[in-house]
């Protein structure tokens, strides 16, 4: 089936309940008409303001295909301006990080604020008393959106409310920063980036589906003495859960599953209280041993965020778009504030799992590129989706099925069909 430019009734027959069409990760319309009706007519994730700290920092982002800038104004207020000069378009800025006091285009010289206020043009004399000097400021989205330090963007005004859209992705957040002992954290350890040859549903998909870790990952498994049972619905993983959060939003939810022993740090490899004693004694004395306590046994969470953005337990990963066969998965490593030998650690596991050498991600990368291969073979059309529909249960409106199951996946899908046949 090939998507004619009139599909929003095709785009409600192309995502079924427990199908999807195989046309979705491969035509070239289909990625144009996510670029219009998804990307820029929803919230996407930008950046973290803690990789701009100080006024005059700027760092460079990607809003679908877009190129934005992230910076922080000499007000100390976050801006995101496209990064396209009003004059004949080019890059403002090069650089993919830096402090500055302004972006001076390369190509005529014009000069913008970090708040994309045009503040000069060369040989002024020829602009006369300049009547259109408000057009010429750099352009931004039309609403911005900030919980925690995440910013969010989105080019449209007809868009829920930006804690509306993030719903229950809000709890995510919050789960991941009140394990720092001040609530917030440091991105700043540089970004890892992944050219990743498959479209990117392809690749978030893999985020949240519990059921490939025990082929895919097997021998990273066996290497630190772990073991998966994929059916996850008798012991190994008896109670933890994936869980559709509304919105798009999905997770893998492990609490239950530590509950169980009550035992800290099962979230990462090797920590205990006693190779973190500084971090702990912070967090306790930040919000008490109970509270600490029940933080360090829930751990941070594993959950995707509509569209871009997944919290990886240990590293934050933002979806950059590229072409509807690529995209570039970035990665970056949590960083707490005032948790100095906790983040060391999480450096270096996240390295061990996701670096260019890592155990992880080398082999998820491989399965999405091998599917994006498979959609050459045209037949069959369909891809089903449907592992673990008959035994879903919802509790506190909140549908979940057992760690292998499809409900995060599909509930990917619910809000994809949703957007692309409005
Ligand atoms: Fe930027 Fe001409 S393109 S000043």
């Given at each position: 089936m090939?998507?004619t430019?009139?599909?929003?009734?095709?785009?409600e027959?192309?995502?079924?309940?427990?199908?999807?069409?195989?046309s979705?990760h491969s035509?070239?319309?289909v990625?144009l008409?996510?670029l219009?009706r998804?990307?820029y007519?929803?919230?996407v994730y930008i950046?973290?303001?803690?990789?701009?700290?100080e006024?005059?920092d700027y760092?460079?982002k990607k809003?679908?295909l877009q190129?934005?800038?992230?910076?922080?104004?000499?007000d100390?207020?976050?801006?995101?301006?496209l990064n396209?000069?009003?004059?004949?378009?080019n890059l403002v800025?090069?650089e993919?990080?830096?402090?500055?006091?302004?972006?001076?285009c390369?190509?005529?010289g014009?000069?913008?604020?970090?708040?994309?206020t045009c503040?000069?043009?060369?040989f002024?004399?020829?602009?006369?008393?300049?009547?259109?000097?408000?057009?010429?400021?750099?352009?931004?989205p039309?609403?911005?959106?900030r919980?925690r330090?995440?910013v969010f963007?989105?080019?449209s005004?007809?868009?829920p409310?930006?804690m509306?859209?993030?719903?229950?992705?809000?709890?995510a957040?919050?789960q991941?920063c009140?394990?720092s002992?001040?609530?917030e954290?440091v991105l700043?350890a540089?970004?890892l980036r992944?050219?990743?040859r498959?479209?990117?549903k392809?690749g978030?998909?893999?985020l949240?589906?519990?059921y490939h870790p025990g082929f895919?990952?097997?021998?990273?498994?066996?290497?630190?003495g772990?073991e998966?049972?994929i059916d996850?619905?008798?012991?190994?993983?008896?109670?933890?859960?994936v869980?559709d959060?509304?919105n798009?939003?999905g997770?893998?939810?492990?609490?239950?599953?530590y509950?169980?022993?009550d035992e800290?740090?099962?979230?990462?490899?090797?920590g205990t209280?006693?190779k973190?004693?500084?971090y702990?004694?912070k967090l306790?004395e930040?919000?008490?041993?109970?509270?600490?306590?029940q933080l360090?046994?829930?751990?941070?969470?594993?959950t995707?965020?509509f569209?871009?953005?997944?919290i990886?337990?240990?590293?934050?990963?933002?979806?950059?778009?590229?072409?509807?066969?690529a995209?570039?998965q970035?990665?970056?490593p949590?960083?707490?504030?005032?948790?100095?030998?906790?983040?060391?650690?999480n450096?270096?596991?996240?390295h061990?799992a996701?670096?260019p050498?890592?155990?992880?991600?080398a082999d998820?990368?491989?399965?999405?590129e091998?599917?994006?291969q498979?959609l050459?073979a045209?037949k069959?059309?369909w891809?089903?989706?449907?592992?673990?529909a008959?035994?879903?249960?919802?509790?506190?409106?909140?549908?979940?099925?057992?760690?292998?199951?499809?409900?995060?996946i599909?509930?990917?899908?619910?809000?994809y069909?949703?957007?692309?046949?409005?």
């Open positions: 090939s998507i430019h009139d599909a929003v009734r095709q785009y027959e192309l995502v079924q309940p427990d199908r999807i069409h195989a979705l035509d070239p319309q990625f008409d996510e219009e998804i990307w007519r929803s919230w950046g973290h303001e803690s990789e701009v700290p006024p005059g760092v460079r809003f679908g190129p934005v800038i992230l910076t922080r104004g000499t100390g207020e976050v801006h995101v301006l396209k000069c009003t004059h004949v378009a800025c090069h993919e990080r830096g402090h500055t006091k302004a972006f001076r390369p190509y005529h014009w000069t913008f604020g970090l708040d994309g503040l000069s043009l060369p002024r004399k020829a602009y006369g008393d300049d009547p259109h000097k408000e057009e010429r400021a750099l352009a931004k039309a609403l911005i959106g919980y330090g995440f963007a989105s080019m005004a007809d868009v409310d930006f509306e859209y993030l719903g229950r992705g809000k709890d957040i919050d991941l009140d394990l002992p001040a609530g954290l700043t540089g970004w992944h050219l990743t498959s479209n990117w392809i978030l998909e893999g949240v589906d519990g895919v990952h097997r021998s990273m498994l066996s290497t630190v772990t998966y049972n996850a619905s008798d012991t190994t993983y008896e109670l933890a859960r869980r959060l509304g798009g939003h997770d893998l939810d492990w609490r239950d599953q509950h169980i022993t800290e740090f099962q979230w990462m490899t090797g209280r006693e973190l004693l500084s702990v004694a306790e930040a919000v008490g041993p109970e509270r600490a306590h360090l046994v829930d751990g941070p969470p594993h995707y965020i569209p871009n953005l997944f990886g337990e240990l590293f934050i990963m933002v979806l950059d778009l590229v072409s509807p066969s995209h570039v970035m990665e970056t949590v960083q707490w504030k005032d948790a100095e030998d906790l983040n060391l650690r450096m270096h596991q996240t061990a996701i670096g050498a890592g155990m992880i991600l998820d990368s491989a399965m999405v091998r599917n994006q498979g050459n045209l069959p059309e891809l089903v989706r449907d592992r673990g008959a035994r879903e249960e919802v509790i506190d409106g909140v549908k979940r099925g057992y760690m292998s199951d499809d409900t995060a599909l509930a990917f899908w619910s809000r069909r949703q957007l692309m046949a409005s």
